[in-house]
């Protein structure tokens, strides 16, 4: 009986030993299969995807350009003497701008389109805060002053503009 139980033993110890190896290495193979497929997946999903992000980046600079208060002023001339009218305008063409670019968000990270959120709506704030001062009584008074405002501090924009290259250029940095 003792004899055979040995016997036993060297017959199943080396099978359930082979067997346990064949199941190591399968179970490997498999994850290590299933991370190659996922790595080639994400490979090719970037290459299509970057250009998209990037002009998505590109049309946000390009935004953030368009809404700082410098160019804005220059490009909108003001339609009539009243400053209400003015300002109504200028946060109306920010506002379009802003829709223009709404789809450019889901290429882009959350804190990164706060950042641009916030600059549009710092822009419109300093905006309705020039235009609220009694000082503003006519659209070309409210021009003068937002650009006097920001001959010594940098715009939202400008702000939103550096943090957007930054992101940017770390993104290519692995």
């Known amino acids: 009986m003792n004899d055979t139980f040995f016997n036993s033993l060297l017959y199943y110890v080396p099978a359930l030993i082979t067997g346990l190896v064949a199941y190591y290495f399968f179970k490997e193979h498999t994850k290590n299969e299933a991370d190659r497929r996922k790595f080639i997946l994400n490979k090719d999903l970037q290459v299509s995807v970057l250009p998209n992000r990037l002009q998505a980046y590109e049309r946000l600079a390009l935004f953030l350009e368009r809404i700082?208060?410098?160019?804005?002023?220059?490009?909108?001339?003001?339609?009539?003497?009243?400053?209400?009218?003015?300002?109504?305008?200028?946060?109306?063409?920010?506002?379009?701008?802003?829709?223009?670019?709404?789809?450019?968000?889901?290429?882009?990270?959350?804190?990164?389109?706060?950042?641009?959120?916030?600059?549009?709506?710092?822009?419109?704030?300093?905006?309705?805060?020039?235009?609220?001062?009694?000082?503003?009584?006519?659209?070309?008074k409210l021009r003068e002053t937002i650009l006097t405002k920001l001959i010594d501090q940098q715009t939202p924009s400008e702000a939103a503009l550096a943090f957007l290259k930054n992101e940017i250029s770390t993104s290519w940095s692995y």
């Open 68 to 140: 700082a208060p410098n160019k804005l002023l220059l490009r909108v001339q003001p339609i009539g003497e009243l400053t209400s009218d003015y300002e109504s305008l200028l946060i109306k063409t920010i506002e379009q701008e802003f829709e223009h670019n709404l789809s450019q968000q889901i290429y882009m990270t959350d804190e990164c389109w706060n950042v641009i959120c916030t600059a549009k709506n710092a822009t419109i704030q300093l905006i309705r805060k020039v235009a609220f001062n009694k000082e503003t009584d006519n659209a070309n």
